[in-house]
């Protein structure tokens, strides 16, 4: 299940238990997945790179390939593991490794999360430039300690997982050719303008659990970017330029208190986004900032929020609890959906 369904399923069962047993139905225009390229932000990590790999997502040293008295004539660093079935992948995760081993130079694949490296040495990668997925997630990687160059010579990376580390600042430069990067829950405060440049086919960045305060206009060139989370974060300002082709937009848990006018009509495409636990008041909103006819799902609970804002009529989820708007207002709000996911305020969740 998703996780955006399973945090709605935790809101439902504060519902039930307060006033809308008798609506159970509500809830159900949130089943909307079929309606775009959803982006599980909880994907699984790549254990398996394509179909035919053989493996499970198991991690320990059971891997069931070869024999120990079938020799492998690639070389292989000694601290990992290189299944001789599966000649393009190194794994070298989970092992409690300080440092990174130089990488081959068949490599496609290389797994070096949950270990205890905290370097990328200048270098490692050098050989390796057909690598298309490096994972480095869940180690003790530090700013300071990454080499200047390290990824701009990998011309065919795709995917690069950094997320659970202790960066500060952004890496880069990066190559183009990345289409995903995972920088979540790191340590990194800014976001400056020319760290994400030409970046063309980057679909889905994650960025969520920093301390970002600012990212001026650092995304707006992202042509390709469908995905862009930036929660649990310090901002007080939203992106200045949205990416033309992005679809969701996670800004939950920041300090927002404006969002300019006019400022969705840049994501044409934009289906979801969340802007829960942030400081919005009525002040800081033109009147038409939300009526954007592509949202489906606009979640502004937990603001300061005194009136509802206006929205289109082709948004199925608007949620408001959390907010100070009182129950007149409500009174003369919008449908019984809009009451519904107001009221969440009141039944303490
Ligand atoms: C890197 O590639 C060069 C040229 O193919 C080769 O001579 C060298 O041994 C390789 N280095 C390592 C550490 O594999
Ligand atoms: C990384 O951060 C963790 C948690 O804050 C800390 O325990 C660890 O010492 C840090 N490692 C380095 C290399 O800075
Ligand atoms: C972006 O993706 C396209 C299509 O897959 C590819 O042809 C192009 O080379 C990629 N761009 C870069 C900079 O790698
Ligand atoms: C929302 O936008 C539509 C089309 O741009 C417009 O017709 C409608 O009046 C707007 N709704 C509100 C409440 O301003």
Not at 26 to 54: A, H, I, K, N
Not at 137 to 165: A, M
Request: aromatic fraction near 12%.
């Amino acid at each position: 299940m998703q996780w955006t369904s399973l945090l709605l399923l935790a809101g439902l069962f504060c519902l039930s238990q307060a006033q809308y047993d008798d609506d159970p139905h509500w809830w159900f225009q949130y089943l909307r997945s079929q309606q775009s390229t959803y982006y599980d932000p909880y994907e699984p990590y790549p254990y398996e790179p394509y179909d035919p790999y053989p493996y499970g997502v198991d991690e320990g040293p059971a891997y069931s390939y070869g024999s120990p008295s079938l020799p492998d004539p690639r070389d292989c660093p000694q601290e990992c593991d290189c299944p001789p079935n599966f000649p393009t992948a190194m794994y070298c995760d989970n092992r409690n490794l300080k440092y990174l081993p130089f990488v081959p130079s068949r490599m496609k694949y290389v797994y070096f999360q949950n270990n205890q490296i905290s370097s990328i040495q200048e270098g490692v990668f050098d050989n390796a430039t057909g690598l298309l997925w490096i994972a480095l997630h869940g180690n003790q990687i530090t700013s300071d300690k990454v080499g200047r160059k390290i990824f701009s010579k990998l011309k065919h990376l795709e995917r690069l997982y950094l997320d659970h580390n202790n960066l500060t600042r952004m890496p880069g430069p990066l190559p183009r050719s990345l289409r995903e990067l995972h920088l979540d829950h790191n340590q990194i405060s800014r976001v400056p303008n020319n760290a994400l440049e030409g970046l063309e086919n980057l679909t889905a960045l994650y960025l969520q659990h920093n301390e970002i305060q600012e990212v001026g206009s650092s995304m707006r060139g992202l042509r390709s970017l469908i995905l862009l989370d930036l929660s649990y974060n310090h901002l007080r300002r939203v992106p200045d330029g949205l990416p033309s082709a992005l679809e969701q937009l996670y800004m939950e848990h920041n300090n927002v208190y404006t969002v300019p006018d006019s400022y969705f009509r840049g994501a044409p495409k934009l289906l979801y986004v969340r802007l829960s636990h942030n400081s919005l008041t009525n002040n800081g909103l033109a009147s038409n900032t939300f009526n954007s006819s592509s949202l489906l799902e606009l979640d502004l609970s937990y603001n300061q929020l005194q009136k509802i804002p206006p929205v289109s009529t082709n948004l199925e989820n608007l949620y408001l609890q959390g907010n100070r708007i009182n129950g007149e207002t409500l009174a003369k709000g919008g449908g019984d959906w809009l009451s519904i996911s107001l009221e969440r305020h009141d039944s303490e969740c």
